[in-house]
Nanobody, 126 residues
Framework: VQLVESGGGVLQAGGSLSLTCVDSVRTFSSGAMGWFRQAPGREREFDAAIRWVEGNRAYEDSVKGRFIISRDRAKNTLSLDLDSLNPEETAVYYC????????????????????WGQGTQVTVSS
């Protein structure tokens, strides 16, 4: 299994960015995928997740209305569109995958996901 993220970078506060994650072997076609972030000295925190077949989405409250998670089933690609970013959201953003279809209430839990990408750095300057 290989998850490869891309799209990170440096931007100013208030800016937008799109992240992409490719599941090269179609591992999660019946499960779910998500995005988490980890800032220095902090635990890995949930941002958004999506069930691969049904398309049910879950978001952390602080990102609702600003982040949009989507998937392209034909390309096995997961995306996260980030808008109105602030410096506190500077972190390494990780793509994650679960082979099993999770219940909705567990989509925000790190323990739901067995596989993780290497991460992509997003730096938001003030």
């Amino acid at each position: 299994v290989q998850l490869v993220e891309s799209g990170g970078g440096v931007l100013q506060a208030g800016g937008s960015l799109s992240l992409t994650c490719v599941d090269s072997v179609r591992t999660f076609s019946s499960g779910a995928m998500g995005w988490f972030r980890q800032a220095p000295g902090r635990e890995r925190e949930f941002d958004a997740a999506i069930r691969w077949v049904e398309g049910n989405r879950a978001y952390e409250d602080s990102v609702k209305g600003r982040f949009i998670i989507s998937r392209d089933r034909a390309k096995n690609t997961l995306s996260l569109d980030l808008d109105s970013l602030n410096p506190e959201e500077t972190a390494v953003y990780y793509c994650s995958g679960s082979r099993r279809r999770p219940i909705l209430s567990s989509m925000s839990s790190r323990q739901t996901y067995e596989y993780w990408g290497q991460g992509t750095q997003v730096t938001v300057s003030s």
